[in-house]
């Protein structure tokens, strides 16, 4: 019996030193998983959940811009160092990036998560980046989003994971992005 547990631990020892140097992409739900993370028992929390869900849709990956009133609040502060707080600001600099397009029913970015307390709500995600040391290797981090709703009902904050972007001013895994 020591034999066979000797014999599991050292295959289980090979198999972990095998794959210590790749790395699966973070787990990401359905689009039909996505619309039922909006539920919740709570209505004002559900309202939070869908409208920065419906915002992420619409504006930032939908490109439309001209909806950004309807979502942002016009002191809208900005926690992204690459991006300066303020509507006008996010509209000028997302709008640059994002040309206008159709809009899905879902978020187009791998989601692993929508969950909302209080007046915050956080969208965590699956991002794809290219090794700046290795630039023909690829990684996955899991990347979120967090929005404060304002007394107003529209979001008036948002943090997220960014540094400073590099020298070509671009956010890492933007080649990636839908």
């Known amino acids: 019996m020591k034999i066979l547990h000797m014999a599991l631990l050292c295959c289980a020892l090979a ?6 140097h790749s790395q699966a992409a973070p787990f ?3 689009a039909a998983q996505q619309l039922e993370m909006l539920n ?16 992420w849709r619409i504006v930032f990956e ?23 707080t303020g509507r006008a600001a996010f509209i000028e600099r997302i709008g640059k990036a994002r040309p206008p397009q159709p809009v899905v029913d879902y ?3 791998p989601v692993v998560s929508i969950v909302a307390e209080r007046d915050i709500v956080t969208v965590s995600s699956v991002r794809k980046v290219r090794n700046p040391k290795s630039p ?8 979120f989003d967090m929005f404060r709703i304002g007394k107003s009902g529209l979001i008036a904050e948002h943090w997220d994971a960014a540094d400073l972007w590099t020298s070509s001013g671009k956010p890492p895994g933007l080649e990636f992005l839908p």
């Open 62 to 84: 939908g490109g439309h811009m001209e909806d950004a009133p309807k979502y942002l609040e016009e002191t809208y502060i900005q926690h992204n160092p690459n991006i300066p």
């Open 136 to 143: 023909d290797q690829f990684y996955y981090m899991t990347w």
């Open 15 to 20: 198999a972990v030193s095998t794959h210590s």
């Open 107 to 109: 978020i187009k970015v």
């Open 28 to 30: 990401s739900v359905s």
């Open 40 to 55: 919740s028992t709570d209505s004002r929390l559900e309202r939070n959940k869908r409208f920065v869900f419906d915002f």
